[in-house]
């Protein structure tokens, strides 16, 4: 309640800040000036079909789709947000007049999109206008000339009606975005080569890598001085992107990375959770020069200074008991070595993403998983829940054992935090035993 | 319905799947997400605690047990039938779907004086749990008549001779009980308690699987597959760990 009563406090000083300095650059919408103020996306279709196809890739590319289509119908909104501040709705972005967009012009469309001016008032920051800020005005372009193409849908959705005050007071964005939003487009770095800049321009734009891959601060903002070192999102972690050799992508390759956006496995680990949906929705779609680019700008960043976590201290006897628990439950598809199956089921051996936060296995062990279901690796195999079979003490056991196998070294995963997940994730508890 | 309306029907009912299946086609996208099992794809433990629900007579109790217990004794290999928890398995199966003939026939049978004859061996219209009712009274009440004792009280070595008089038929526990049968009942049912998963109430400590050397529900055996006519010494492993 404490930390409630402080961030709404916070929130208001924001709001306050934000009424006075009005005009401050975050809310500068002059770059929007190049957009046509005059014809609404409801009156207008582009019959440029170049235009209406780079406009697809960008919203791939941006995974529009990923949040804004739901059962209602594509690009109908709908999707539930849970934040910390309450939970937010997606809103309906097809050309229908009424509940939709249709009533923007292209001017109001890049407002929206790069600054987070939308036509009800302010964006709140889960929909990444923070990252498409740097989408290019050409980007842009041909952007509204795709969802000038799409279905009009009739959908009417109350946005922020779950967002408890002061948080539904969309003016306080205002003031976030004075904090925190840094309004300007994507500039090229000469010194760098050409598919490095491209690779940024998709990373930090349409890509919105760091929306998850960076840790927050207590209103929400990301926390620019650990940039894409990883961040947790409530169910799930977003692993450390940098070069860190013992918990980021130190020693993938390029190739390795565009891989793992392409099919959602890099031989070694697999995507599942929300970067399955990423994987399926958007990154599949890139071409392999962009996701080769991406990989290019990734390994080119320098490593988070995230220590080599510790190992825990398992003694001979748990060792071998665990090792048994393993091969019984886990060995079949993870391997007897800890070696997966290529492109489907997550090695341990090697597999970094697996050393820090233990949130994703927590899940993955009380929840299962799919991997992602791409057009190349279109397998997505599942992974079953254990939690009507397994307490929260074998779940810690067996994942502090993996952590700790194969050359691997991680902090010990504790029972409470698996307990504590179980509630968080509504997930069962175990059968009951009748011998003990 | 004659051959022909019915080949007619069928060839409509074909025509329409055909159709509906192409105006109704919609490019299947994904996979589903959830890999948790649905709750009534789960065993169902045997409920802990309470006692007896169906074997609630103590002379029923005692009767089983000294039966089992025959069938199963204490050695150097393992615990007895009932030390395994075959007692309380049994119990908690007969007061389930099992108990009850779910899975069973239990109309009256069309032909009965050759039913025995088609089927391979003796129908019966009663449930498993009235079987066991009518049975083990109708066990004491045979100790009672030609020992004059209770049935459990008989010394091993008597129990042992009316089993083998049943199991053999030459012991007849009156019109309503087969009693051939019902020894293949307890029999059967005492071997499932002490080799089904400790799950459901029986094979305490896997006792069981330990003495013939079943290793259990594991999810994979390829690192032993080829290994041929040696003693693997692999632990058992039950449904729920720490059974």
Redesign the interface.
Known sequence: MAKWIKIAGGVVVVAAIGAGGWAWSSLNTSRSNVADDSVTLAEFTSDDAEAIERGEYVMRMGDCAACHTREDGEFAGGYQIATPFGTLVSSNITPDAETGIGGMTEKDFFNAIRQGIGQHGMLYPAMPYTAYAKFTDEDMHDLWAYMSTVEPISNDIDENGGMPFPFNIRLAMAGWDMLFFDNEGFEPVASESDDWNRGKYIVDGGGHCAACHSPRNALGAEVASAYLQGGNIGDWYAPDLTQNPHVGLGGSSAEDIASYLKTGSDGVAVAAGPMAEAVEHSLQYLTDEDALAVGTYLTALPASDTPAPAAASLGDADTARLADVYEVNCSACHGLQGEGIKGMVPAFDGNHGLLTDPTNMIHVMLKGARAAHSHTAETAAGMPSFAWKMDDEDIAEILTYVRNSWGNAGEAVSAGKVGEMREQLGAREPLSNPGS | MNRREALFSLGSMAAAGGLASRAGAVEL?????????S?DH??T????GGGFRVLTEETDQKTVKAVFDRLIPADDFGPSASEA?CL?FLDDQLSGDYGAGKALYLQTPLRPEIEEEIMGSPQFLATPRERYETGLKALEAYAQENDQAAFHALSPDRIDEILTGLEAGEISLGDDVDGQAFFELMLQNAREGYLAD????GN??MAGWKMIGFPGA???Y??YVDRRNEDLGL?P?S?????
């Open positions: 996208r994904g996979v589903p997400k959830p890999t948790e099992m709750a789960l065993p433990p045997a409920r802990t928890g309380e400790p799950l459901y109430g305490r400590d594991r999810y994979d390829r690192p632990t492993v449904l729920i760990p720490n059974d």
